[in-house]
T-cell receptor, first 120, second 112 residues
Framework: GAVVSQHPSRVICKSGTSVKIECRSL??????MFWYRQFPKQSLMLMAT?????????EQGVEKDKFLINHASLTLSTLTVTSAHPEDSSFYIC????????????????FGPGTRLTVL | QKEVEQDPGPLSVPEGAIVSLNCTYS??????FMWYRQYSRKGPELLMY????GNKEDGRFTAQVDKSSKYISLFIRDSQPSDSATYLC????????????FGSGTRLSIRP
């Protein structure tokens, strides 16, 4: 199946610093990527939808100036957590939409392995 | 009321047992129903994907959708210790690749 990678897998930073997380689709092009946040023992909550070449669409309650999303190419989207605070500590997961029909793949989302952010 | 309700468990069963995992939902617009498996500190992995009502089988896994009752199920036959994980139901109104609403996940443990 399609593979999505995230980097870094884990990051620890000081309060007030900014952290960038990369999401890459390795073997397919993704015009749409999604960013989720997952707190311990809770489900995935969609933060924003990222479309290549256009502005991201944020879910209600998600601060777009704090969580900057850039989808610069068909295989890369980045999430930057600006001026991170301890309450931003969470597991951040991206997914990429594979719309190709080659090889029997269907229009579905494939998830990355996640990035664990700890803000001290 | 949450759009998708799922019993968080934990659910513990002996190896070889049949496991039943369930979700209910309130939004009648949902048409695409998915089950994901998530191991600890990993991203979710798509297990099953169904459209509208009915059953779908894939190996030891069977997904059922009852849209009239707004109820979906995942059955795991001949459960194995490697099936121990958190299982998330998910659904979408447009497609499995569009905005997905997840359940809270059920933690499943298969005892050897």
């Amino acid at each position: 199946g399609a593979v999505v990678s995230q980097h870094p897998s884990r990051v620890i930073c000081k309060s007030g610093t900014s952290v960038k997380i990369e999401c890459r689709s390795l073997d397919f092009q993704a015009t749409t990527m999604f960013w989720y946040r997952q707190f311990p023992k809770q489900s995935l909550m969609l933060m924003a939808t990222s479309n290549e070449g256009s502005k991201a669409t944020y879910e209600q309650g998600v601060e777009k100036d704090k969580f900057l999303i850039n989808h610069a190419s068909l295989t890369l989207s980045t999430l930057t957590v600006t001026s991170a605070h301890p309450e931003d500590s969470s597991f951040y997961i991206c997914s990429a939409r594979d719309q190709t029909l080659a090889g029997g793949s269907t229009d579905t989302q494939y998830f990355g392995p996640g990035t664990r952010l700890t803000v001290l | 009321q949450k759009e998708v309700e799922q019993d968080p468990g934990p659910l513990s069963v002996p190896e070889g047992a049949i496991v039943s995992l369930n979700c209910t939902y309130s939004n009648s617009a949902f048409q695409y129903f998915m089950w994901y498996r998530q191991y600890s500190r990993k991203g979710p992995e798509l297990l099953m994907y169904t459209y509208s009502s009915g059953n779908k089988e894939d190996g030891r896994f069977t997904a059922q959708v009852d849209k009239s009752s707004k109820y979906i199920s995942l059955f795991i036959r001949d459960s194995q210790p490697s099936d121990s994980a958190t299982y998330l139901c998910a659904m979408s109104a447009w497609s499995s690749a569009s905005k997905i609403i997840f359940g809270s996940g059920t933690r499943l443990s298969i005892r050897p």
